[in-house]
């Protein structure tokens, strides 16, 4: 079974400009969370996505946005980026939502601004 | 509010025993992870704590404390593939929804 997979993995970008990430979890899973990863910070929270609707939101501007297809697909998008918006970002996967389901990773999208 | 704390960095020596603790004060808790990130990769589910006590799976043990906010995950026979970063996860609800909030992870070190 494939896991999840990211793409890009890297990428390189500047001040101001948007950026889109995407998804493939792992096939059946219907649940996709993203999170922003920053040494020292640990995982931040950004949004989860169910049945193609947004469940779940972390404590990010209105700047990063996602969406999720009816494949459980799942797209993440910054635009005006800033310099703290570098780090690397993952995407986990599971079957469903709710406590007690782990949570399977991607091996993320290492974005830098410049 | 929510926090959830581990020591940042430890060292222990190949084929010895350490112990990871992680306190987490959380609302409406419902079950701790443990995972595993080894530099560069993605994050591998260990375990799952809901209920009290202690649960062993190989050379990984991890244990939970729900009265006392408290965990720990316990690495047996030390190998040095098990230099990696370790990251607890509480799963706490906010705003009517379940959210994990996870520690900063602590990094371990293992040396020959």
Redesign the interface.
């Known amino acids: 079974k494939a896991g999840?997979t990211q793409t890009p993995r890297y990428l390189i970008k500047t001040r101001g400009q948007q950026v889109t990430l995407s998804c493939s979890p792992i096939s059946g899973h219907r649940s996709v969370?993203w999170?922003q990863q920053t040494p020292?910070?640990?995982?931040?929270?950004l949004f989860?996505y169910f049945s193609e609707t947004q469940?779940?939101k972390?404590n990010f501007p209105g700047r990063f946005s996602g969406r999720q297809f009816s494949n459980s697909r799942s797209e993440m998008n910054v635009s005006t980026l800033e310099l703290g918006d570098s780090a690397l970002y993952?995407c986990a996967s599971s079957p469903d939502?709710?406590?007690?389901q782990?949570?399977?990773?991607?091996?993320?999208t290492r974005l830098s601004i410049l | 509010g929510q926090n959830i704390d581990q020591p940042?960095e430890m060292t222990a020596t190949e084929g010895a025993i350490v112990q990871i603790n992680c306190t987490y004060q959380t609302s409406g808790f419902?079950?701790l992870?443990w995972y595993q990130q080894h530099a560069g990769?993605?994050?591998?589910?260990l375990s799952?704590n809901?209920l009290d006590g202690l649960e062993e799976k190989g050379r990984f043990s991890s244990f939970l404390s729900r009265s006392k906010g408290y965990s720990y995950l316990l690495l047996k026979e030390l190998q040095m593939k098990d230099s990696a970063s370790y990251?607890c996860?509480a799963?706490s609800l906010m705003d009517s929804?379940?959210?994990?909030?996870?520690?900063?992870?602590t990094k371990l070190i293992i040396k020959p």
Not at chain 1, 97 to 100: A, F, K, L, Q, T
Not at chain 2, 97 to 105: R, S
């Open positions: 999840v969370s999170y020292g910070q640990g995982l931040q929270f989860e469940r779940n972390g993952l939502r709710g406590p007690g782990p949570q399977h990773f991607g091996d993320g | 940042t419902n079950g992870f990769e993605a994050p591998t589910f799952y809901v990251l996860a799963y929804n379940y959210q994990l909030i996870w520690g900063a992870g």
